[in-house]
């Protein structure tokens, strides 16, 4: 099995900045892409950004140029700094993780228990 545990949520005003980190565990031989998505109250979970095992990284529109992904292969944890963050940047934050256990399989899915960020003054 294997377990992603997010931390770094919490409230802050309007501009201020977050930092968010993953750290995966368990029975892990590597990991593909790993990455942030988010939930908004009554909305549906939407991608936030992602990062592949070699870097290469893809962010949602909204996000750009405020918001930046990177990861640690060798910790199992990828990160995600969010500066000048704004209302609508408020939700649940989930990192997700494409996971291989063994060398012949290919990756699964693993989800974190989700952070909260609110963003309000």
């Known amino acids: 099995q294997v377990q992603l545990v997010e931390s770094g949520g919490g409230l802050v005003q309007p501009g201020e900045s977050l930092r968010l980190s993953c750290a995966a565990s368990g029975s892990i031989f590597s990991i593909n892409d790993m990455g942030w998505y988010r939930q908004a109250p009554e909305k549906q979970r939407e991608l936030v950004a992602t990062i592949t095992s070699a870097g290469s990284t893809v962010y949602r529109f909204s996000v750009k140029g405020r918001f930046t992904i990177s990861r640690d292969n060798a910790k199992n944890t990828v990160y995600l700094q969010m500066n000048s963050l704004k209302p609508e940047d408020t939700a649940v934050y989930y990192c997700?993780?494409?996971?291989?256990?063994?060398?012949?399989?290919?990756?699964?899915?693993?989800w974190g228990q989700g952070t909260q960020v609110t963003v309000s003054s």
């Open positions: 997700n993780a494409q996971v291989r256990s063994t060398w012949y399989s290919a990756g699964y899915p693993y």
